[in-house]
């Protein structure tokens, strides 16, 4: 089983900063096979980036994602007052589980 | 516009069983696969279990290996999660997504599912 390891688990930033978080994975992961969702309170996630770096249908060009291997990041270059939620990422690894990471919270600081 | 959306939670003692349903509509149900996530209370997401268009490749996760069942019905347009034998630690809410690929792209707003006496 892959697991994916997210870090940190919990960032406070302010409306307008960058934010990086990052996704490690067990072992490694196809970048066609790494997703990040956000989650926002009392809602389902949403997918942002698919293929470790491609932006889902109206995700905002703010939102960037990189990485090959064991290692993803999630860019956010200057927070929206929307953007503060958790962050998850998943891998469709050549078998299952399909894991997920244990998320990051993004907090107003 | 694409829309998955779940039914079939509620309250139910340990060892009970319950069947959620996934009604699907604005996309073409019959050739793209399927997923049951879950979301525990104040927890993250876990994948549970996963469908291909024809039925004929479903893998489950370990903790509910035996116990779950996922099937669909393309010519109703439904995916299905029959739940069997169930713990205390499948109470969560659970989602139906969409899957493109290898990744979500559409998700529901879930079904709450209570384990308890």
């Known amino acids: 089983e892959i697991v994916l390891t997210q870090s940190p688990g919990t960032l406070s930033l302010s409306p307008g900063e960058g934010a990086t978080l990052s996704c490690r994975a067990s072992?490694?992961?196809?970048?066609?096979?790494l997703a990040w969702y956000l989650q926002k309170p009392g809602q389902a996630p949403r997918l942002l980036i698919y293929g470790a770096s491609s932006r889902a249908t109206g995700i905002p060009d703010r939102f960037s994602g990189s990485g090959s291997g064991t290692d993803f990041t999630l860019t956010i270059s200057r927070l929206e007052p929307e953007d503060f939620a958790v962050y998850y990422c998943?891998?469709?690894?050549?078998?299952?589980?399909?894991?997920f990471g244990q998320g990051t919270k993004l907090e107003i600081k | 516009e694409v829309q998955v959306v779940e039914s079939g939670g509620g309250l139910v003692q340990p060892g009970g069983s319950l069947r959620l349903s996934c009604a699907a509509s604005?996309?073409?149900?019959?050739?793209?696969?399927m997923n049951w996530v879950r979301q525990a209370p104040g927890k993250g997401l876990e994948w549970v279990s996963y469908i291909n268009s024809r039925s004929d490749s479903i893998y489950y996760a370990d903790s509910v290996k035996g116990r779950f069942t996922i099937s669909r019905d393309n010519a109703k347009n439904s995916l299905y999660l029959q739940m069997n034998s169930l713990r205390a630690e499948d109470t969560a809410v659970y989602y139906c997504?969409?899957?493109?690929?290898?990744?979500?792209?559409?998700w529901g707003q879930g079904t709450l599912v209570t384990v308890s006496s």
């Open positions: 997504a969409k899957t493109s690929g290898w990744h979500n792209d559409y």
């Open positions: 072992q490694s992961v196809s970048s066609t096979y």
């Open positions: 998943q891998q469709y690894g050549s078998s299952p589980p399909y894991t």
């Open positions: 604005g996309f073409t149900f019959n050739t793209y696969e």
